[in-house]
C-alpha cells in the first residue's frame, strides 16, 4: 500500500496500479482519451502527461507504475504544457464539427481544451481530408473519420470485449484512419457502447442523431427493465429545451457503470428499448374518475365465488413493492386460489456477456414474494382454464397474451371469460381486448426496486411524471386495496420496501439508503429464476 | 587497419559457405560452443565495450545481462537487419556479401543468452540479399551449424529469415517485435522492456546485424583486443557508411574514434567537383547535423554526444556548398511524414504539420514566423511519444533551421510568393 | 481463390516456422502477392484464414506497409528514390525524365500495364545514387541515359 503524495495531499494506494488509477482513486481527475478502466493500456493519446518529481521529463499517468514517495503534481507549469501542447497536436486536423456534432456538450476535446487548454492556435494549415464522412457503418452506428483522434478505444473494445474484432486503423502517419472492414457492418449485439466509449464524435449514435442538444437533457439513476440482469442505466429525457419536441420526453438511455452487474456496458437491445416509455401508451381509463372505476372492480373481486372463478396473472414486470401489495392483497387477503407470474421464456437471447433469456427484471422478487409453489408460477394453467371456460374473471398485470400465446388464445379466451381486467403501461391486443383498462405508470415514472437473476435489489428512480392519467401500479393497488377494506399506512414505495424487508427474510436488514446506487445483495444463496 | 568486418566484401563468393570456412567461418563458434559457457560469452562482450550498432549504442553485454536469471520461457534472439535510416547502407554489405559472418555471430550470441530460437528480420525491399541470407542460411543447417546437436554438443538452434514489408519504424525494437507478430509496426510502450517481456510474450534480445557479426572477433582474439581497437567506452572497429557530394562513396570499416575529417577527406575522396564542404550529417538522417567548421570530432558514440549530435547508425552523408538546406529540410521532414507510424499524437499530428509548413516556405509561401512554428513544433513533439522516432523527426528541423537560420530566413524573405519563384524548384503538393 | 488455394501447401511451411501463427501474416501476404500480383480481399480472407487473425487486423497490416499493393500494378514496379543523398545526387531530375518517359506520375501505371512507378523513401543504396529499384534489383547510379537503358530493356 504504497503512500505517495497527488498535488500536495499525501495518500495511500492500492498496491500494484499505475498513476491515474491512484489519481481516480483519490477521485481528482487528468485528462484521458486512450485510457478507458475496462479496456488495455494504449497509451497513446499521450494527454494524461503529470510531472512526478526526480524523473525529467512528464510521464503519462495511464502506464506508469506507483511507487512508495512518489509525489505526482497534476497541474504544474510541466505538467500543464505537456497536457496543452499534447491537445493542440490532437486538434490539428480535427474538424471544426462542433455546430453540427452530437458531441457537443459531452466532447472531451471540448471539455478538456476548457479545461486544460485554451491556448492560441498555430495550425495555419489544410486539415488532412480522410476518407469517410458521416457514414453510417451499421443498423446503430454512425462514423465520421475526421473527428477521430485515433485513441483506438472502439478497437480494443471489438477485440478484448465483445470479441467481435469490428474495428481497424489503416494507413499510417497522419493519414491513419478508423473504419470496419470493407463490405462488413458492425452489427453485434453491442453495438451501441462504441458510441459511448468514444470521447469524440467520431462514431455518434444514429438512433440519438441530431434529435437534441445534450445540455437540454436530464438524467436519472434506473435500471433497464428488458432482461433479469438489470443493467444500471441512466435515463436520459427532455428537461430544459425550451421549444418541445412532438411527445417523446426520453431521448436515449445510457449505462451507469455497476462492477458486480453490467461493469460500464449494455446490450442494444436494452439501450433502444427506451420508446416504449412515450409511445403506444394507455393514458385514459373509460370510466370519469380513477375511484370509479376500482370501485367497480373491487365490487366484481371480492365477491364468495372470486377466489376459484378468477385469476390473477401478476407480472416479473413489477417492482418488488408492487409485488408484495400484489400478495397482500391477492394472496393474503382475498385468499385467491389462482395467481401466477411466469410467462414461458420464448426465444430470448442469453449470452456468456450481458444478455439474459428471462426478458423481465423482476422474476427473482416475484418467486420470492408471492411464495407461489413451483407448480402455480407459470401461467399455463391459469391460461388453460381460462380456454376451457371454466374462469369467470382475469387481472391481467403487464403480460400481452397475443404477444405470448398468439392471437387465436386471446381470441378464444376473450370469448370464454366474462370480465377481463387488464393494467399495464403500453397499447397492445389485450389492453384493447379487455373490459376494464387501468393504465400504469413506465418503469421510468416511478420508484421501486427490481431483483436480478443473481438477487441484488437494485433501485429504479422516478425521472417523469406518468403519462395522461396513468399511475404507478403500486398506487393503483393501494386505491384498490383501501376499497377492498384494507388498511395502509405508506405513503410511498419506501415505506412498503421497508414493510417488506420487515416480513420477509430475504429482504432483511435493507433500505432504500443500504441499497443505494449500486444495489444491495438479498439474503439468500443461489438464483431463483434463470 | 586490417579489415575486420569487412574483410570478405570484396572476396568473390564469400556469401557462399564453401568460401567463407576456408577463411575461417564458424570456427570460432564451434570453439565457444564446444568449450565455453554461457556466461564467459557474456562477460567478454561485457569487457569488449561493444555497443549496439544499429544506432542506440547500448552495450551489447548489458542488454544481454537484462535477461531474467529463471527461465520460465523460452528466450528468443531477434536480429535486425531492418535496415532503414537515410544514409546507412552497411548492414546489406554483410547480408549479401558475408551472411556467414552474421550467423556464426548470432549461434555464439544465442549460445550466450540461452536461446534456442531465433529469427532474422530483413527489410522487406532488401530482396537479393534476402536471397543471398537465406541462401546461407540453408547452408549452415545442411552442414548442422544449425539445428539440433551443434558441434555435436546438446545446442540447438532454429534460425527463421523473415521478411519486412517497407516501414522504417520497424527498425524500432518493439515495433518489430509487434511486426514481427503479425501487426501493424506500432512501437510498444516500455516498461516493460523486451528482455522481460518481447517477443510472444517471452525474453527477447534484439541486435543489429554488424554488432552480432562483431561477436565472433570478440571471442576470437579477446575482449581487451577487440576494445583497444576503438576509443575509450566504444570498443572495436565499425563500418561507416559514407554518402553524398564525396567522389568514393561507400562502405568503410575504420576504428571507433576516426576523425570525420579524416573520414570524408582520406577515405572517401573528398567533395566532388572540388566544390567546399558545407554540411554533415554524421549518423543517419535523425543526427543533428554538423557545420564544415564542426568535422573535427571523433566518430564514436560519446564523442558526438558531447557536441549534441549522435553517432547514431553512422550513415555519413556529406552536403557541399550547392546544397540548400530548406530543401534538404524539405526532404528530411517529408521522410519522417511518411514513416511515422501514427500511434501517437505528438508524432502523427507533429510529423505531418511540420512538413506542410516547410513545403510551403519551399513553394516560397512561407513567413518568418514560420521557422518559429517549426521550432515549437518540433520542441513539442520531444519526449513525449511512445518511442524516439518523433525526436528523431525534431532533430533536423532543430539543427538545420538553428545552424542556417540566415539562409532560410534570406530564402523566405527572396521566394515570397509576390516575388520571384525560386528558380529550378518544382512546385510541391502532397 | 484457385489460384490461392495452390499455395496452401507453400502457406502450412510458412505458418510451421513460427511460434504462433499470427506471426505468419506478412510472409503469407507476400506469398499471396507474388502469386495475383496484388491483395485482393480473397487473399486477406486467405491469409486471415491460415494465421488465424481476424480479417480486420489482416486488412490493417495490407494498408500500413508500403510494399503491399491494394491495386494492381505494373508487370514491373518501380520503386524509384527519393531522400537525402539521392536527391543531393540529382535523383530528382532523373525521377522527372523517368516520368516523362513512361507518361506516369507518382503511384501510376504504364497505359499497356508494363510498368508501375512509386516514390519511395530510402532503399538504404545511398552509395549509388541517385538509385531506384526494378523489381528485385537495385539500379544505381543513375543518369537518364541509363534510366533508358534499363527501362528499354524491360519486357
Known amino acids: 500500500m504504497p503512500n505517495i503524495t497527488i498535488d500536495g495531499k499525501p495518500v495511500t494506494v492500492k498496491d500494484g496500479i499505475t498513476i491515474i488509477e491512484a489519481i481516480d482513486q483519490i477521485k481528482s481527475d487528468v485528462p484521458r482519451y486512450c485510457y478507458h478502466p475496462g479496456l488495455s493500456i494504449a497509451g497513446n493519446c499521450r494527454i494524461c502527461q503529470v510531472e512526478v518529481e526526480k524523473m525529467p521529463r512528464t510521464v503519462i499517468a495511464c502506464n506508469t507504475p506507483v511507487v512508495e514517495g512518489m509525489v505526482i503534481h497534476t497541474q504544474s507549469q510541466k505538467a500543464k504544457e505537456s497536457q496543452q501542447v499534447v491537445l493542440e497536436f490532437l486538434l490539428v486536423n480535427h474538424p471544426l464539427d462542433c455546430p453540427v456534432c452530437d458531441q457537443a456538450g459531452e466532447c472531451k476535446l471540448q471539455d478538456y481544451y476548457m479545461d486544460y487548454g485554451l491556448y492560441d492556435p498555430k495550425f495555419n494549415e489544410r486539415k488532412v481530408k480522410k476518407t469517410k464522412k458521416a457514414i453510417s457503418i451499421g443498423p446503430t452506428v454512425m462514423l465520421d473519420q475526421e473527428r477521430c483522434i485515433l485513441c483506438s478505444r472502439c478497437v480494443r473494445f471489438g477485440d478484448e470485449i465483445t470479441k467481435t474484432h469490428d474495428f481497424g486503423i489503416f494507413n499510417r502517419g497522419d493519414h491513419a484512419e478508423i473504419d470496419i472492414y470493407p463490405g462488413k457492418e458492425l452489427n453485434n449485439k453491442y453495438s451501441g457502447n462504441v458510441v459511448d466509449i468514444c470521447p469524440v464524435g467520431a462514431l455518434t449514435d444514429k438512433d440519438f442523431r441530431f434529435k437534441m442538444r445534450v445540455w437540454y437533457l436530464g438524467s436519472q439513476e434506473s435500471i433497464c427493465p428488458g432482461c433479469s440482469r438489470g443493467c444500471n442505466i441512466n435515463i436520459e429525457y427532455e428537461k430544459t429545451r425550451p421549444v418541445h419536441l412532438k411527445n417523446d420526453r426520453v431521448m436515449r438511455l445510457k449505462p451507469r457503470e455497476n462492477q458486480a452487474v453490467n461493469q460500464w456496458w449494455m446490450c442494444d437491445e436494452g439501450r433502444y428499448a427506451y420508446k416504449s416509455i412515450d409511445q403506444h401508451r394507455l393514458t385514459k381509463i373509460k370510466e370519469v374518475t380513477w375511484t370509479e372505476t376500482l370501485l367497480k372492480i373491487a365490487s366484481l373481486i371480492k365477491t364468495d365465488k372470486a377466489p376459484h372463478s378468477w385469476a390473477l396473472l401478476a407480472s416479473p414486470q413489477y417492482t418488488n413493492e408492487e409485488l408484495f401489495l400484489t400478495k397482500k392483497i391477492f394472496k393474503d387477503t382475498l385468499k385467491w386460489k389462482h395467481i401466477g407470474f411466469k410467462a414461458p421464456l420464448g426465444e430470448g437471447t442469453e449470452d456468456n456477456f450481458l444478455l439474459k433469456k428471462d426478458k423481465n427484471p423482476n422474476t427473482s422478487g416475484a418467486a420470492q414474494i408471492l411464495g407461489l409453489s413451483k407448480e402455480s408460477e407459470g401461467l399455463a394453467p391459469i391460461i388453460e382454464k381460462a380456454k376451457r371456460g371454466e374462469l369467470e374473471g382475469l387481472f391481467i398485470f403487464h403480460h400481452d397474451l397475443a404477444k405470448i400465446y398468439g392471437d387465436e388464445t386471446l381470441k378464444t379466451i376473450r370469448q370464454k371469460v366474462k370480465t377481463i381486467i387488464y393494467e399495464g403501461p403500453n397499447e397492445n391486443p389485450t389492453a384493447a381486448a379487455a373490459d376494464f383498462v387501468l393504465p400504469s405508470a413506465s418503469y421510468a415514472e416511478k420508484d421501486g426496486t427490481f431483483t436480478n437473476f443473481d438477487g441484488r435489489v437494485q433501485r429504479i428512480r422516478k425521472s417523469l411524471e406518468p403519462l395522461g392519467l396513468s399511475r404507478p401500479a403500486w398506487q393503483i393497488l393501494l386505491e384498490l386495496g383501501v376499497h377492498l377494506g384494507m388498511t395502509f399506512t405508506y405513503d410511498r414505495p419506501e415505506h412498503i420496501f421497508n414493510e417488506l424487508s420487515r416480513e420477509n427474510q430475504t429482504f432483511r436488514d435493507m433500505d432504500y439508503k443500504k441499497i443505494g446506487q449500486l444495489g444491495h445483495l438479498w439474503n439468500k444463496k443461489g438464483n431463483t429464476s434463470s | 587497419m586490417e579489415p575486420l568486418l569487412s574483410r570478405n566484401f570484396n572476396i568473390p563468393d564469400a556469401w557462399k559457405i564453401g568460401v567463407a570456412e576456408n577463411r575461417g567461418a564458424y570456427q570460432t563458434a564451434r570453439k565457444v560452443i564446444t568449450s565455453m559457457k554461457p556466461d564467459e560469452v557474456t562477460a567478454a562482450v561485457v569487457a569488449s565495450n561493444l555497443r549496439g550498432l544499429g544506432g542506440a549504442g547500448f552495450p551489447t553485454g548489458k542488454k544481454w545481462q537484462f535477461l531474467p536469471k529463471d527461465r520460465t520461457k523460452p528466450v528468443y534472439l531477434v536480429i535486425n537487419a531492418d535496415e532503414g535510416e537515410p544514409g546507412t547502407f552497411k548492414d546489406r554489405y554483410i547480408l549479401e556479401r558475408d551472411p556467414h559472418q552474421l550467423i556464426e555471430g548470432i549461434m555464439i550470441s544465442a549460445f550466450a543468452i540461452g536461446s534456442h530460437k531465433a529469427y532474422i528480420y530483413i527489410r522487406g525491399e532488401y530482396v537479393e540479399p534476402y536471397q543471398r541470407l537465406q541462401a546461407a542460411v540453408d547452408e549452415a543447417t545442411a552442414k548442422n551449424y544449425l539445428g539440433k546437436n551443434i558441434f555435436g554438443s546438446d545446442f540447438q538452434l532454429d534460425l527463421v529469415v523473415h521478411r519486412g514489408a517497407g516501414a522504417y519504424i520497424c527498425g524500432e525494437e518493439t515495433a518489430l517485435l509487434e511486426s514481427l507478430e503479425g501487426k501493424r509496426g506500432l512501437p510498444r510502450l516500455k516498461p516493460p522492456f523486451p528482455a522481460i517481456v518481447g517477443l510472444f510474450g517471452c525474453p527477447t534480445i534484439i541486435n543489429n546485424v554488424e554488432t552480432l557479426a562483431c561477436v565472433p572477433f570478440i571471442l576470437k582474439n579477446g575482449a581487451e583486443w577487440f576494445a583497444k581497437l576503438g576509443s575509450v567506452g566504444n570498443g572495436g572497429t565499425h563500418l561507416f557508411s559514407i554518402s553524398g557530394h564525396v567522389k568514393k562513396p561507400g562502405v568503410y570499416e575504420l576504428p571507433m574514434g576516426t576523425s570525420l575529417r579524416e573520414m570524408i577527406y582520406t577515405h572517401a575522396g573528398g567533395i566532388r567537383d572540388g566544390r567546399a564542404l558545407k554540411a554533415v550529417i554524421p549518423g543517419g538522417i535523425s543526427a543533428k547535423i554538423l557545420t564544415a567548421n564542426e568535422i573535427d570530432v571523433k566518430m564514436d558514440y560519446d564523442s558526438l554526444k558531447a557536441v549534441d549530435t549522435m553517432l547514431g547508425s553512422a550513415g555519413v552523408i556529406v552536403m557541399d556548398q550547392t546544397t540548400s538546406m530548406v530543401k534538404a529540410l524539405l526532404v528530411a521532414c517529408k521522410f519522417f511524414a511518411h514513416e511515422s507510424c501514427g500511434q501517437c499524437s505528438p508524432c502523427r499530428e507533429g510529423t505531418g504539420w511540420a512538413y506542410k509548413i516547410i513545403q510551403r516556405i519551399y513553394n516560397g509561401e512561407g513567413d518568418l514566423k514560420d521557422l518559429d512554428s517549426l521550432l515549437t513544433i518540433a520542441r513539442n513533439m520531444e519526449g513525449r511519444t511512445i518511442c524516439v522516432f518523433a525526436d528523431a523527426a525534431a532533430w533536423p528541423i532543430q539543427s538545420y533551421i538553428t545552424k542556417f537560420r540566415s539562409e532560410f530566413e534570406e530564402y523566405i524573405q527572396n521566394y515570397s510568393s509576390l516575388r520571384a519563384w525560386p528558380p529550378g524548384v518544382a512546385k510541391q503538393s502532397e | ?155
Not at chain 3, 552509395?127 to 527501362?151: C, F, H, R, S
Request: aromatic share 6%.
Open chain 3, 1 to 155: 481463390m484457385d489460384s490461392l488455394q495452390a499455395l496452401d501447401k507453400e502457406a502450412e511451411k510458412i505458418v510451421a516456422k513460427y511460434d504462433q501463427k499470427n506471426a505468419a501474416v506478412l510472409p503469407l501476404l507476400h506469398l499471396a502477392q507474388d502469386k495475383i500480383g496484388y491483395i485482393t480481399s480473397e487473399a486477406e480472407a486467405w491469409v486471415s484464414k491460415w494465421s488465424e487473425v481476424p480479417v480486420v487486423h489482416v486488412r490493417e497490416v495490407v494498408t500500413f506497409y508500403s510494399m503491399y499493393h491494394q491495386k494492381p500494378v505494373g508487370k514491373h514496379h518501380i520503386r524509384f528514390c527519393t531522400t537525402t543523398s539521392c536527391v543531393l545526387t540529382g535523383g530528382e531530375k532523373v525521377l522527372d525524365h523517368l516520368k516523362k518517359k513512361l507518361g506516369v506520375a507518382n503511384g501510376q501505371t504504364t497505359a499497356d500495364g508494363k510498368i508501375s512507378l512509386e516514390e519511395a523513401e530510402c532503399l538504404c543504396a545511398c552509395e549509388n545514387a541517385p538509385m531506384m529499384q526494378v523489381d528485385d534489383k537495385y539500379y544505381g547510379p543513375l543518369d537518364e541515359k541509363k534510366v533508358d537503358e534499363i527501362v528499354d530493356k524491360l519486357k
